[in-house]
């Protein structure tokens, strides 16, 4: 039978490219996203390979999102596969001038927002025995790079929370894992810089940053290995990076 994926973060970047790489490889998929134009859109690009069911909440409202998996129809309710990526960084300031709506922001999606979502869904898995969790992770959550305090902080906790739930769900045969990508080109600098397109480009140029493309093949790559094999920890760089602050470039 069909894998069913619930994929956070479906509306652009890294989570779009999952929903394209499982879609091509028939897994049914649950998409999700605040932005519901592209949420139709990519379920009518995807709708020619699989099923697809959309949606729409913010992670950060965990009312909304136990409401939002609680309504999905009968035959989405089982979810084998769940990919935590719903997430962005917002600013790269000092410690001492950082926004505190900017530091809220980054902790309540990436890391409560992640929780709201596993919380949603683990249940089930844990019921049934049965299941497999990919954190998205960063290099960020590896290691600390200046200005980037507090969404360093927020993916070391996903870090720890990848650790914590192979821990937790080791008695229930989940699988539990992280991808830890470095620089890939998403919409993510653009968040970061608050629509600055000058300075979000820059992150990008002079060398040649992952695609969501290689994230996505990494992810299907993860779920199609035999239940034996659990990937629990992976990083991966451009060939151009080599840690957070050196970058080889042109
Ligand atoms: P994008 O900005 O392209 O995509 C971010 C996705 O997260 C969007 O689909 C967005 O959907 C969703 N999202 C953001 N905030 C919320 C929210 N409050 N509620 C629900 N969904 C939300 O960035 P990426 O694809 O690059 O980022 C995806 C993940 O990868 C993040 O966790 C990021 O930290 C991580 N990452 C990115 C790297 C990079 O260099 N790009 C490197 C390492 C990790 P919508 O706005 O429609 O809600
Ligand atoms: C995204 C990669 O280096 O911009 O997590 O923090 S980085």
New binding site residues.
Partial sequence: MKKTAFITGATSGIGREIAREFAKNSLRLILCGRRQERLDKLQTELSAHTEVHTLNFDVRDKEKVATAVASLPENFQTIDILINNAGN?HGLDPIQTGSIDDWDAMLDINVKGLLYVSNAIIPQMVERNAGHIINIG???GKEV?PN?NV??AS?HAVDALNQGMRLDLNAHGIRVGAIN????ETE??DV?FKGNTERAEK?YQGYQPLTPKDIAEIAYFIVSRPPHVNVADLMVMCTAQAS?TIVKKS
Avoid at 181 to 184: A, K, N, S, T
């Fill in positions: 960084a960063s290099t960020a790079y980037g969404y360093c993916k990508p470095g620089l890939v993510f600098s970061r992150v957070s």
